[in-house]
């Protein structure tokens, strides 16, 4: 005689017993909300951040999100960690501080121009909370002050360094035809003939203008740094 077979958990009432194994959220972490946040901002910049968007790309509910991250703001400061960690700042601390600074603004450039749509927020972003970014400018102040710049001209420096690294960043995704006139030819036939010498060069010209401007800007640091020593000895 066949012996009976328990009863299932949906005809006794029992609890059905809990699965084991991993969850079926995934586990959120610092790292997958960054990456999922720069995913979001890639496709439809910043504006198409928000934290509803950021637990839908994460498939979670917003509540568990929020136990993990406290604002867009918190989010958009790691986003901003996230990128300066991968800026070269190797060449700080052994090769002289202009020869490190072009490292640095090639590296920067670079990091920056795959993420082009976070340079109007990431700008202006305190780096408060973003340990990343603190130490790489650390590298580079050591750097300036070890080649002999004054103390009080180090963020200086810095900022004219970086105001035209995320402005060249911007260039390189910019769309070739951006200086095209059209029928307004006549209004600016010298420009427009100047677009022309220029076109077709593709990513070549963005890399062209920032070599030229960044070898102008370290020239004219050379320069200050040489006379405020002087000035001040």
């Known amino acids: 005689m066949e012996s009976a077979l328990p009863d299932a958990p949906e005809a006794t009432g029992a609890p059905a017993p809990r699965r084991r194994g991993r969850p079926s959220r ?21 504006d198409g ?8 790309e994460l498939k979670t509910a917003p509540s568990a999100l929020y136990n993990h991250v406290a604002s867009k703001d918190e989010v ?15 060449a700080f601390g052994h090769d002289p501080w202009d020869v490190a600074l072009v490292r640095w603004a ?12 976070l340079i109007p927020v990431i700008a202006v972003l305190p780096i408060t909370g973003a340990p990343h970014t603190l130490e790489m400018y650390e590298r580079v102040a050591e750097g300036l002050r070890a080649g002999g710049w004054p103390e009080d001209l180090v963020i200086d420096t810095i900022v004219a360094v970086e105001s035209f690294v995320l402005g060249s960043a911007m260039d390189v995704a910019a769309p070739e035809w951006i200086f095209d006139v059209g029928e307004q030819r006549d209004l600016a036939p010298t420009f427009a003939d100047a677009v022309a ?13 920032f070599a030229l401007g960044l070898n102008a800007l370290i020239a004219g640091l050379r320069g200050t740094l040489a006379a405020t020593l002087a000035t001040r000895s």
């Open 26 to 46: 995934p586990v959120l972490s610092r790292a997958k909300i960054t990456t999922a946040a720069l995913a979001i901002i890639g496709r439809a910049g910043y």
């Open 106 to 117: 090639y590296s920067y450039r670079d990091a920056f121009a795959q993420h082009s749509p």
């Open 76 to 90: 958009l400061n790691w986003v901003q960690d996230d990128v300066n960690d991968t800026i070269d700042t190797s």
């Open 49 to 56: 951040l928000t934290m509803a968007a950021l637990a839908r």
């Open 197 to 209: 010498a220029r076109r077709g060069r593709g990513r070549k010209a963005a890399d062209d203008a």
